[in-house]
């Protein structure tokens, strides 16, 4: 074992940086890469920042078994270097020569690593693609290609060509429990099975490491590939053997069809993909054939996620409120804040189009900001222009919520708008006191000793336990509108009844939700439930309008 100072050894640090090899060190204790130079973060596509926080068991493809083995046969063949099979941050599969040495820096042990790709020359095809049967995307173009050309123009109209594309989903969980190895040992089975069973014209390619493409050539009828589905289905009705193992698999599929959905092969494949991917979307192991909707939604999407990057910047984004009553006293109490996006081109986006999107990206933690701080700062300018105080009350997500910055986030807004924390009131989801318990539990607690009170939004359609509520005291829960919809059926009006005697029990404030009759209104004061929000009393409005409502409370009239 060789000592090395990393740390002060500049020549060495020097070298390492410096080197158009990729290099890195890991930590033999756990597997974490310490550092990696740029060449390594050119390879594998990562920066360094996204290094320093990986394992290397996120790179090497081989399981632990697999690595041994390999070891075992390094030493018995004398080599220096292991031969090993690493993932790029692409999802390309790469071949590559590791040579490395245990080096000891102050109380550690740590593996220096040499990287060499097993590539020919300098060229960027995987050679794997031959090893594990895969073919690029341009190669099954140019077959497709092909194939519309020996239909086209002569018998456009009667012949058509459709494509089929295949997603094994259990590919990553079979790769994870047995090895990379064996996992591709399955697919490759099922591409034999598939080339043998699926009969005809058909050209059958595998795409990508758990993708496949069918051509189904020169077709006249369209119902053949119903046929061809069944086929597909059958073969996963078996179980496929690799070794000692029986592993069950399923797929999306999805379905585009020359000239209807496409003029070229680039085309075509794309939308296949499309129709698969929302296949998989919508959580159903099944087929999908592609339409124009799907194209724009996809779109629809890209635009969101570009432009709502920039939606605060441009102070597109805009609060409305949704008035809250106590209903027996017949007055404004509170109000939800809930953001619109005012596109410059493509006006109001709605919340369930662009939230989703922004829990995904990311995005979701500044535009969460920024509805905290300006719903705090437009309450206290309430107050300041001597109105009656309300509270106001703010989605918050599970997102936010783990945030290890959140709770001093809040903390330094009511400090910064003036706003007591008595008048403000976060709203989680149900589903959110579920997600991770411990770090939802803290937050709720530090922030209630300050005085902001919680509610449980949407109660009873998520899966919290009664002791989890108990557990982080909450102060309300707010009964889903699907709960007071069509109440003259018996079974919905003993539920709502259930759950206002549930709240009751706990010793909190129960808020009706989405309260649009005069006779839901009725059942909810003959069941004690006193507090409500709905289109019965207002839809979401814009500052104004809040105004004019408390305006009537400070000449005391009554608001309902």
Not at 265 to 282: C, T
Not at 485 to 513: F, M, P, R, Y
Request: glycine share 4%.
């Amino acid at each position: 074992m060789t000592y090395i100072d990393i740390e002060n050894n500049y020549r060495f640090k020097e070298a390492f940086y410096g080197s158009h090899t990729p290099m890195c060190f890991i930590d033999l204790q756990n597997g974490r890469i310490m550092d990696a130079n740029l060449a390594a973060c050119d390879y594998y596509g990562y920066s360094n920042k996204e290094f320093l926080s990986m394992n290397i068991r996120e790179i090497n493809v081989l399981s632990k078994e697999e690595i041994k083995k390999e070891i075992f046969k390094a030493k018995k063949e004398n080599r220096k270097f292991l031969r090993l099979i690493h993932k790029l941050n692409n999802n390309k599969i790469r071949k590559v020569k590791v040579y490395s040495t245990i080096i000891k820096s102050k109380n550690k042990k740590i593996c220096f690593a040499i990287i060499h790709d097993l590539n020919e020359g300098n060229e960027k095809l995987d050679i794997l693609n031959d090893t594990y049967d895969l073919h690029s995307r341009n190669h099954v173009v140019d077959i497709l290609n092909d194939e519309i050309n020996k239909i086209y123009p002569k018998d456009v109209e009667q012949e058509k060509i459709a494509v089929l594309f295949l997603k094994i989903n259990q590919f990553k969980s079979i790769s994870n429990a047995f090895g990379y190895i064996i996992a591709d040992k399955v697919i490759k089975k099922f591409h034999k099975i598939l080339k043998e069973d699926i009969q005809g014209n058909h050209i059958v390619k595998r795409f990508n490491e758990d993708e496949f493409v069918i051509l189904v050539p020169q077709t006249t009828d369209l119902n053949s590939i119903g046929k061809d589905i069944l086929k597909i289905n059958e073969i996963l009705n078996r179980s496929i053997k690799v070794y000692d193992n029986e592993f069950q698999i399923t797929t999306n599929i999805g379905i585009s069809v020359y000239p209807d959905d496409g003029k070229d092969g680039l085309s075509l494949v794309r939308r296949a993909n499309i129709a698969m991917n929302k296949s998989q979307e919508l959580n159903i192991s099944n087929t999908l054939r592609f339409d124009e909707s799907l194209d724009r939604e996809v779109k629809s999407i890209f635009w969101i996620k570009n432009d709502l990057i920039s939606a605060i910047s441009k102070d597109e984004l805009i609060l409305n409120y949704q008035p809250i009553y106590d209903v027996i006293r017949k007055r404004l109490i509170g109000a939800e804040a809930l953001v619109r996006w005012k596109h410059k081109e493509k006006g109001i986006i709605p919340p369930l189009e662009f939230i989703p999107v922004a829990e995904e990206t990311g995005l979701i933690h500044s535009i969460g900001k920024w509805v905290l701080f300006n719903a705090c700062k437009q309450n206290k300018r309430w107050q300041d222009l001597g109105y009656e105080p309300i509270y106001i009350s703010v989605n918050v997500s599970a997102l936010q919520m783990e945030e290890p910055g959140f709770i001093q986030f809040v903390k330094q807004t009511l400090k910064e708008s003036r706003l007591e924390p008595k008048y403000l009131q976060l709203e989680i989801t149900e589903t959110v006191s579920s997600k991770d318990y411990r770090v939802i539990e803290k937050t709720v607690k530090e922030l209630t000793s300050l005085g902001i009170s919680f509610a449980i939004d949407d109660f009873g359609t998520g899966y919290s336990s009664l002791e989890e509520l108990h557990n982080l005291n909450i102060n309300n829960i707010k009964m889903d509108k699907m709960f007071i919809d069509n109440l003259e059926h018996k079974g919905k009006e003993e539920i709502a009844k259930t759950i206002i005697s549930l709240a009751e029990g706990l010793s909190v404030n129960l808020i009706a939700e989405g309260v649009e009759t005069k006779e839901q209104l009725e059942f909810l004061v003959k069941n004690k439930c006193t507090i409500a929000q709905g289109y019965l009393f207002s839809r979401p409005v814009e500052t104004y309008k809040i105004e004019e409502l408390l305006k009537k409370t400070r000449n005391n009239h009554k608001d309902l």
